[in-house]
């Protein structure tokens, strides 16, 4: 199997989709739904990856359907996998293994079919406590890392980060540890600016500084909410993009689909069709997008729509 560099330098990476609200919907995950809520944010604060351990086959059968759809890579389902995150939802104890147990049902599916990404997502904590609680979001990153390296997972794919203030310290802990790293920024409640008030190009060109072999965005919004930011980040660094949208409709006032009403429990009123995603695949080598695949609300039809834009643009 290639290494993640290689596979950029050939062409189109294809990624995986949401694995959480797929198996939230699925019965699996807890979404914390009118329990616990973070910040300013209307959503649920759980949305932790227990499922590794509770119901390894449900997230074996995920894989599966992404693998058979064409992705080159499958994310171990290691996001919210911090022990700050995990204590909150009563797992703390357990986080070397979920952490474990992850990544090996990833790396079984993928076999030398997939390459294997460990997910790492913000902590929480700067929506919780601000910004000086950086050195604790240090501890618990360069912690959760190091379980990833010791599984044996290929790269890192740092995502859904806020801050980049966060996401500087996460890149600095991957480079410590020595992986691969691609690292996309999740903006809201509008695409100009993240959390700690940087624009899409600032964001890009301090990740592409920090060592990030690829960088880009995820989550929060569909594809052509996300392009005229992913169109800045482009014009901003020489490495390779990635894009990794939402499936939910936001609005011209809101860019962000956890800050709309319908997230957690209605969000099938916002889903955007599978039709988005072939278009998005169709356009991205044009838009200079070098790794493609789908955040919260994309399954394997998701997936195979992507794969189909690209074979269409072919
Ligand atoms: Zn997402």
Redesign the pocket.
Known sequence: MKNITTLLHEGIVLGDG?Y??ELERRGYVDSGSRREKVGTGRGSGQFTPEVAIEHPDALRELHREFLSAGSQVLQALTFFGTREKLNRAGYGADTERINAAAVKLAKEVAGDRALVAGSVSRTQLTEREGMESLGKSRDHLTEQIRLLKAAGVDFLIL??FFHLAEMKIALECAAAAALPTVATM?FRPLIAQCTDGHTPAECARVMTDCGAIAVGA???QEPARMLPLLREMRAATGVPLAA?P?AFRTTAQCHSFTRLAAFPDDLETIQVSRREFVEFGKTAKAEGLDYIGG???CNTAYIRALADGLAEAK
Request: charged share 15%.
């Open positions: 949401g959480l609200i995502e859904t999740s995820n989550c929060e990794q939402a955040c919260c609300g």
